[in-house]
Structure formats: structure tokens, C-alpha cells
């Protein structure tokens, strides 16, 4: 990543304006400026080779004016500087997708031109006024909806990265050590431009439906001409709130009538008339400039410039890594596996294979017999990053990582929860009709192409499975019907596969032919996907409703996984086929027990083309944006926590459209 010194130099200048206090490691301002050469020198050499690493925050609580405490993060000055310096890069693209209903945290903009804006349609006529608050905005903002906001308006790779470590680095609060899973700091660098970002769309859509929103932060006011309007309009924004998982607080919003009278960023507005509050004056002595921060591209860094530049490896490399990658594939036999100054490394009969920075690493899967060092070890747990270990087959072993981090509210609701026949009953009838559409919309695709009579058939018989599922009274029942519609769904599949390759019936331990072994080796990359993020996301992997609860086993992710089976795995396996990819050459005879499976060629060639699977872009139906396939794992286990905590009755599963 291409990195100017003289960027982290201004960025630095800006930071020492602010606030003096000290983050964790006790370093004030103050004390950071007698060694800012050093450390800026340092900082600079680290983020050009992509190994940065960001420290917790230091968390406190302030009191809030009506009650209550806020939680607020003072990141360490190294950081902030570096939020600074994101914060320079990446505006001018954030400042673009901005509406003019947003107030809060922009150049130029003030509370006084939000209270004009209001004041513009309140004092023309007596009017009904949406006053609204969203609940714990800061601390509930998703990330997985925050970097596919970020993605797709194609900020830097690597300033994306630098981000969502910005975001997901913790906190220590009274001396403990919290990791949220969601929420940016309140009081950090970035937070108001992200909050702006996230609340985007949300702002275009009222504009689109004419709803006369301003917005300061997570405060709206929308003025309008009949209670009609305004009730319509309030439901409206409740719903698009939900799609990007915020809530309203019911006890701060509300609808008030022309003859009553509402404060607004601690302006009066009664009788159509606003009334400014008293200042209060400071002794001049005491008063102080406060510095104005200056937004702006770099002046010698180019988004467009670096997304350009080639590779940092050499071409060898490709093979490992490339390019928009998370997930680190060791597939040579007798593999070595090290770190060296933060990166992890792939040595293959002694010769440097790959180097890797432990920034870019979600994941590391190793097959076969591959070696670990412990160095690569204790950094992968240090990291959270787990190590998956398949064979060379591609049969899953099991992962290395530290302990689960379930949070204690999720757990309890996920206890009482799996006790609730009519919660899992709901559940599982929404997994399976996810399923079903999304392998009829596969059918439906593949079946334009190659018209066959089992196809066509297949479509019809699931469209009436789907039609019944809705009468369906247990859990049982429905396991019977997802049952009769994989084995409808199978068959018109194997019908609509062309080439060399025979397909008669899904086969799994072991499988018994080549499409078999490519749907197996999919199922369990996309499996510890999802794992990965049902995890981060605080919830425990085993309580699962359409898969019961059984010991090793993670019921949750079989159940999140059911609905991307025909999306993504089966889809790119119909593709490999019908683009004459893999030929029986590609694969071995059967062992032993039957069993098919890549030889060592075919499996990394499936590994790039899974890669670029998992980085295609599709719209999630929920939030409306365009994010890649690995991001909507992210997004549908987010879906399902908000059923575990009440928000929503029912999971929402991922759909395709036709």
C-alpha cells in the first residue's frame, strides 16, 4: 500500500490540536511529540509493509444530561494519527454519497443549518412533526453493512483493511479486556464520516419518498403536512432502519401535533416559531480557538494510482495469493508454514513460496501434510485467526483458534430460545423455504440455457413444495419435505450438467464421482465461512432449529449455510462444469472406499475459481447493496441475531430473484 510520510506528518499535526489524553499505553500528546519522528517513521515503515497493528481503545463512561452513562473510546495517539490520516484519504469519496440531509460530522455544516432547514417547512404552516431517534445508534452500527458500503465505492483495499481493524481492535474498560462485535467508538476519529456513510441510503431513500427528513447524527426531524403523511412516513423509516439493522427509540420518537411544541438540538420550536437557546459566555481569557480540520484528498496519493499498481509478489506467488484474498490456501504437501516480521510465510521444499501480511488474513486452511510453526501458531491465535485443517482430499478435520467469544445476552436467548418449539418451528420453516427457492432459481437459471424435461419438472414440483411448506406443523414434517426437494433438486441438476462427468445422486463420505467431490469440497469451504462469522458475530455455533442440538456439532452454521448452498456452491460447480474446466484427468481413480477427489493441480485450480466466487458481487436483499458473497455470510448471520434478540419475529433468509 503506497503511503506518503509527509501525509502521517499533517495527519499528526491535526491529532496534536485535539484532545491531550492518553489511550492505553499511557502516551499523551505531549509525551508522543518528543518522539514523533521516530514513531511516524516507524508507523510509515509498518503500513508500507501492510503489518500495522492497531491497540484497544481505552474505554470510560461520561454522563449523559438525562441519566445514564455513554460509553466512549480514547484510542492511543499512534492510532489516531492513523485515523487521521484514513480519515484525509478516504472523505472526499465518503462527502460524495452524502445527501443534504445530513448535518452532523461534515465541514461546513452546523447544527444552525440544521435547525434553518427544519425551520424552512415548520414555519410556513401549522404542521405535523416526526421527531425521532435511533436506539444506540453508535454502539449498534453493523460492520459487515459498514465495509460493504466501503467496498463498493471502492476505497483502497488496503485503507479498508486498515478500517475494519480500526473498528473490531476492542476496548479496555475498568481493567477488562471487551471485544464488541458491532458499533464504531463514540468520540473517535471516524465515527461521525462512517455513521454519515451507513445512514447514506437510509437518507436517500426518505428523499425518494419525499419525506422532508434533517438529520444531525442520530437525530431526525421530518415536517409534514397532515398526520397521514406523518404516520406513513414514520413506518416507512422504521422498516429502513430494520433492513440495516437500527431500531427507533420508542421512548424518543414520536409524532407531535401543530399545537404542540418539540426541541430540536436544544432549539424550542412552538407555534411555528423556533427559539435559540441562551449561551453562555466564556471569559475571554478562557475562551479557545478551536482548530478546524481540513478535508481533502491527499495531495500526492491516488486512490485511482494504487488500486493500479501490480502485484507486490512475485508472479510465482499467484498460486497462494492475489489481490481482493482473505484466506490463506496451503496446498503442497510438506508445506511449511512460518512468520517473519508480522507476515506469515509458505516455504515449499526450502524455497520462500509466499509472504503474506497478517493484516490481509481472515483464515488459513491447511491440507494434507502441512507444517506449522509454533510463531505462526501463537499469531494466529493472538489475531483470532483460526487454522482449518483438511486433508488433501479436502475431508474436514477440524480448527485451531482461541476459545469461542459467545456473548453472555446472545447465549441466554439462544438457551431459552432453543426450548421454544413455536421459535424453532418458524425458524426452520424459513431455512428450508430459503433453500428450496434459491436451488429453484438455480434450476430455473441453468435450465434457460439447456432446456431438459426433469428440469422443467423439478421447477414445478418445487414451486408446490414451497407453496405447502407454510402448512407445515413441525419441525419433522419439514425435514421431510426439504428431503423430497433435494432429491427433485439433485436430479434435475445432474440432467443440466453437460460433459464428461456422470452425476446420478448426492454422495458425500466418501464421495463417489467428480461432481460430488466438487459439491463436498464447496460445502466445507462455505461451512467454515460461515462458522468464522456466526463466531464473530458473538453468537455459539451449536444451537441450531432446523438441525437440532447434538454434541460436535454446529447446528447454527448448518442451518445458516442451507440457503447459499444452490447460490454459491452449486452454482459455481454447474459453471466448472458446463465450461469444460475439470476433465476426468483432473481427478483421482476411486480409493478404496470409492471415493473421488482433486489431485493437487485440480484443487488449486478450484481454490482460485471459489476465491473468485466468494469476491462476486450480488445485491443483498435486505439492505439493498451491491457486496460481495463473502460479505452476505456477514450480513445473513446478522439477520438471525436480530431474531435471537427480538428484533425480528422471523429469520429473513438470502433469496435470489429470478
Same mark, same amino acid.
Given at each position: 500500500?503506497?503511503? =506518503? ?20 499505553? @499511557?502516551? %499523551? &500528546? ?60 478516504? =472523505? ?55 465495509? @460493504? ?167 510465482? %506467488? ?49 491440507? @494434507?501434510?502441512? #507444517? ?16 482449518? =485443517? ?5 475431508? =474436514?478435520? @477440524?480448527?485451531?483458534? &482461541? ?39 438455480? $434450476?430455473?437459471?441453468? #435450465? ?25 406443523? &413441525? ?45 463436498? $469440497? ?5 461451512s467454515q465461512n460461515v462458522h468464522a462469522m456466526t463466531e464473530a458475530a458473538g453468537l455459539h455455533t451449536h444451537f441450531g432449529n432446523l438441525h437440532t442440538v447434538k454434541p460436535n456439532r454446529p447446528s447454527l452454521v448448518c442451518d445458516l449455510v442451507e440457503e447459499f448452498r444452490a447460490m454459491v456452491v452449486d452454482s459455481l460447480v454447474a459453471y466448472l462444469i458446463n465450461s469444460n474446466i475439470f %476433465? ?22 478450484f481454490l482460485k475459481h471459489w476465491e473468485e466466487k466468494l469476491q462476486a458481487q450480488t445485491v443483498h436483499p435486505h439492505t439493498g447493496y451491491k457486496v460481495s458473497h463473502r460479505r452476505c455470510f456477514e450480513l445473513q448471520v446478522w439477520e438471525y441475531t436480530t431474531c435471537i434478540t427480538g428484533e425480528r419475529e422471523s429469520y429473513r433468509p438470502m433469496v435470489w430473484k429470478k
Amino acid at each position: 500500500m503506497q503511503v =506518503y510520510s509527509e501525509h502521517l506528518h499533517a495527519a499528526w499535526g491535526l491529532v496534536q490540536r485535539g484532545s491531550p489524553a492518553a489511550g492505553v499505553d @499511557g502516551i %499523551t &500528546t505531549d509525551l508522543f511529540a518528543g518522539v514523533a519522528q521516530e514513531q511516524l517513521g516507524q508507523m510509515h515503515r509498518q503500513l508500507r509493509r501492510d503489518c500495522y497493528r492497531a491497540s484497544p481503545a481505552k474505554g470510560f463512561f461520561i454522563a449523559k444530561k438525562n441519566g445514564g452513562q455513554r460509553l466512549i473510546g480514547l484510542s492511543t495517539v499512534r492510532d489516531r494519527v492513523l485515523q487521521r490520516y484514513l480519515l484525509q484519504s478516504i =472523505y472526499p469519496r465518503l462527502e460524495a454519497t452524502f445527501s443534504h440531509s445530513a448535518f452532523a460530522y461534515r465541514p461546513g455544516l452546523s447544527i444552525y443549518g440544521a435547525v434553518d432547514r427544519v425551520m424552512a417547512d415548520y414555519g410556513a404552516q401549522p404542521t405535523w412533526v416526526i421527531k425521532a431517534d435511533i436506539h444506540q445508534f453508535f454502539d449498534n452500527l453493523s460492520w459487515g453493512v459498514l465495509m @460493504g458500503q466501503l467496498e463498493r465505492l471502492k476505497i483502497a483495499t488496503g485503507w479498508v483493511r486498515l478500517i475494519e481493524q480500526q473498528l473490531k481492535t476492542g476496548m479496555v474498560l475498568q481493567g477488562q479486556f471487551y471485544r464488541p462485535n458491532k458499533g464504531v467508538l463514540q468520540g473517535g476519529i471516524l465515527s461521525g464520516a462512517l455513521a454519515n456513510l451507513y445512514l447514506s441510503e437510509f437518507d436517500r431513500l426518505c428523499l425518494a419518498a419525499d419525506i422532508p427528513l434533517v438529520r444531525y447524527g442520530d437525530d431526525c426531524v421530518a415536517v409534514c403536512h397532515s398526520y397521514l403523511q406523518a404516520n406513513r412516513s414514520l413506518g416507512m423509516m422504521h422498516d429502513w432502519l430494520e433492513d440495516i439493522y437500527l431500531t427507533l427509540n420508542p421512548e424518543k420518537t414520536r409524532i407531535i401535533a401543530p399545537d404542540e411544541g418539540f426541541v430540536f438540538l436544544g432549539h424550542q420550536f412552538q407555534a411555528q416559531q423556533v427559539i435559540a437557546p441562551e449561551r453562555k459566555w466564556l471569559k475571554k481569557s478562557k475562551q479557545k480557538k478551536k482548530a478546524q480540520p481540513v478535508y481533502g484528498p491527499p495531495k500526492a496519493c491516488s486512490i485511482v494510482k494504487d488500486a493500479k499498481q501490480g502485484p507486490k509478489h512475485k508472479k510465482s %506467488t499467484d498460486e497462494y495469493w492475489r489481490d481482493g484474498m482473505t484466506t490463506l490456501y496451503v496446498t503442497e504437501q510438506g508445506a511449511y508454514l512460518r512468520v517473519r516480521h508480522q507476515q506469515f510465510q509458505v516455504f515449499h521444499e526450502r524455497e520462500l513460496r509466499c509472504s503474506v501480511p497478517a493484516n490481509s488474513i481472515t483464515h488459513v486452511v491447511l491440507f @494434507g501434510a502441512c #507444517n506449522v510453526s509454533h510463531g505462526a501458531v501463537r499469531l494466529a491465535l493472538q489475531r483470532r485467526i483460526p487454522l482449518l =485443517y483438511l486433508s488433501n482430499k479436502g475431508r =474436514y478435520f @477440524g480448527r485451531l483458534q &482461541t476459545t469461542g467469544q459467545a456473548k453472555i445476552d446472545y447465549l441466554v436467548q439462544q438457551v431459552t430460545k432453543s426450548q421454544n418449539e413455536d421459535f424453532i418451528r418458524q425458524q426452520a420453516q424459513s431455512i428450508i423455504l430459503g433453500k428450496l427457492h434459491n436451488s429453484r432459481i438455480l $434450476l430455473l437459471r441453468l #435450465n434457460r440455457r439447456r432446456k431438459t424435461e426433469l428440469a422443467t419438472k423439478a421447477i414445478a414440483d418445487l414451486a408446490d413444495l414451497i407453496k405447502k411448506m407454510p402448512t407445515v406443523e &413441525t419441525v419433522e414434517s419439514m425435514l421431510g419435505y426439504e428431503g423430497q426437494g433435494a432429491n427433485l433438486y439433485f436430479q434435475a441438476f445432474a440432467s443440466l450438467l453437460k460433459g464428461p462427468f456422470e452425476f446420478e445422486k448426492r454422495t458425500r463420505r466418501p464421495p463417489t464421482d467428480p461432481i460430488n467431490s466438487l459439491l463436498s $469440497l464447496g460445502y466445507t469451504l462455505l461451512s467454515q465461512n460461515v462458522h468464522a462469522m456466526t463466531e464473530a458475530a458473538g453468537l455459539h455455533t451449536h444451537f441450531g432449529n432446523l438441525h437440532t442440538v447434538k454434541p460436535n456439532r454446529p447446528s447454527l452454521v448448518c442451518d445458516l449455510v442451507e440457503e447459499f448452498r444452490a447460490m454459491v456452491v452449486d452454482s459455481l460447480v454447474a459453471y466448472l462444469i458446463n465450461s469444460n474446466i475439470f %476433465t476426468p484427468e483432473d481427478f483421482t481413480p476411486p480409493d478404496g472406499r470409492g471415493g473421488v477427489y482433486l489431485h493437487p493441480d485440480g484443487l488449486k485450480r478450484f481454490l482460485k475459481h471459489w476465491e473468485e466466487k466468494l469476491q462476486a458481487q450480488t445485491v443483498h436483499p435486505h439492505t439493498g447493496y451491491k457486496v460481495s458473497h463473502r460479505r452476505c455470510f456477514e450480513l445473513q448471520v446478522w439477520e438471525y441475531t436480530t431474531c435471537i434478540t427480538g428484533e425480528r419475529e422471523s429469520y429473513r433468509p438470502m433469496v435470489w430473484k429470478k
